[in-house]
């Protein structure tokens, strides 16, 4: 049976699906003579470290090869402590590019040059957007984001300049949310930095969104859009009490309803009150996709009393991280960096927890 879709078109631009307007830079069909990895660049930086970028392979050898880079911090004491770097929901390639924004390049080069090894790579939905669609009944956030981190994770820990102690992971939005159920199915990392995500479950996040977005419309196109916001509504109630191959058959806000369905058997929450590994849970205060409350605010209660995590507000900063200019969804397309004082706090952390 043919997949029925419940779509609207909303102000909210929820993922960003169509925000990943840059190409994938420095690829290179060379070919090096004892790994199956590219060299890309080499850049040395004050200090004597050179910033070594590899071109890897994640999942090699099977149907869903991912490409991705390795950075690594020539000069620095090895092993290295080193980081996987995992998205948010969408479609995103290794840099984690919206518009002109390049949140996961910006990390990676600030922690390698302060001695950290990063793997960042192109998302499966990047890399097989027509299949991924085709397949799109049946994927979970195993298939979209969980399998692939977790490979990620064994790729570096197989890496005898790596650390295989001092894995960390850090998610962005979605990534960050679902961080703790990666590292607790298989991704087993040192510690956890959640960046703008929330404990609350994704489809609860998504209605919010989508219901305030009702007032963005025009007075006399409201009443439409309402009435496709209380179909989306509806959508969402029935596929409580389906099946997962029916629900598997809707399709709401570009991700079925077994995703939603199968997030609610394994709840972000519940991963991230159990588990016992460092935590640093960071939030812009001029967020507007993921509020305060709904993020910042719930981690710190459902977390109280708890000595393995950090928080962290930084008031004047959005999703990205970066600093705002209108204060609303075009700051996304203004090319920016992630805040020089978040990307150091980062890296302290991680020093400040290296086993």
């Known amino acids: 049976m043919k997949p029925i879709i419940l779509s609207l078109i909303l102000a909210t631009a929820i993922f960003f699906s169509s925000c990943n307007t840059s190409e994938i830079d420095n690829e290179t069909s060379s070919e090096s003579t004892d790994t199956s990895a590219n060299d890309i660049v080499d850049q040395e930086i004050e200090g004597g470290l050179i910033i070594s ?33 995992v998205h948010d929901s969408g479609s995103y390639d290794r840099d984690e590019t919206i518009y002109n924004n390049k949140i996961f390049r910006n990390i990676s080069k600030n922690l390698t040059e302060k001695g950290i090894a990063v793997l960042r790579y192109d998302k499966r939905s990047y890399s097989y957007k027509e299949k991924m669609v085709e397949l799109i009944s049946s994927v979970s956030a195993k298939e979209d984001i969980i399998d692939d981190a977790i490979s990620a994770s064994n790729f570096l820990k197989a890496d005898s300049r790596i650390d295989k102690n001092n894995v960390f992971v850090i998610g962005h939005g979605f990534g960050g949310s679902i961080a703790p159920r990666i590292d607790a199915e298989g991704g087993d990392f040192a510690g956890i930095v959640i960046m703008s995500g929330s404990p609350k479950p994704l489809k609860e996040l998504l209605i919010e969104q989508v219901q305030a977005s009702l007032y963005e419309y025009p007075e006399d196109e409201q009443e439409e859009v309402k009435k496709n916001i209380d179909a989306l509504l509806a959508e969402f109630e029935n596929i409580k009490t389906m ?64 000595e393995n995590v950090s928080f962290k507000l930084y008031p004047d900063l959005n999703y990205l991280f970066m600093e705002i200019a209108t204060g609303d ?23 400040d927890n290296l086993k």
Do not use: C
Not at 254 to 279: A, F, I, L, V
Not at 335 to 351: A, F, P, T, Y
């Open 53 to 85: 970028e590899t071109e890897v392979i994640i999942n090699e050898g099977t149907e869903y090869e991912l490409k991705g880079i390795l950075s690594i911090p020539l000069g620095a004491a090895k092993p290295y402590p080193a980081v996987v770097l």
């Open 243 to 306: 099946t997962d191959e029916e629900a598997g058959e809707i399709i709401l806000l570009d991700m079925s309803g077994y995703y939603y369905n199968e997030m609610d058997k394994y709840p972000n929450d519940e991963y991230t009150k159990n588990s016992e590994k460092p935590m640093f849970i960071i939030h812009g205060g001029k967020n507007i996709q993921i509020s305060e409350e709904d993020s910042y605010t719930l981690y710190q209660n459902l977390l109280e009393g708890k």
């Open 329 to 351: 969804m075009n700051d996304y397309k203004r090319e920016g960096r992630v805040s020089g004082e978040v990307l150091n706090d980062i890296s302290d952390w991680i020093k």
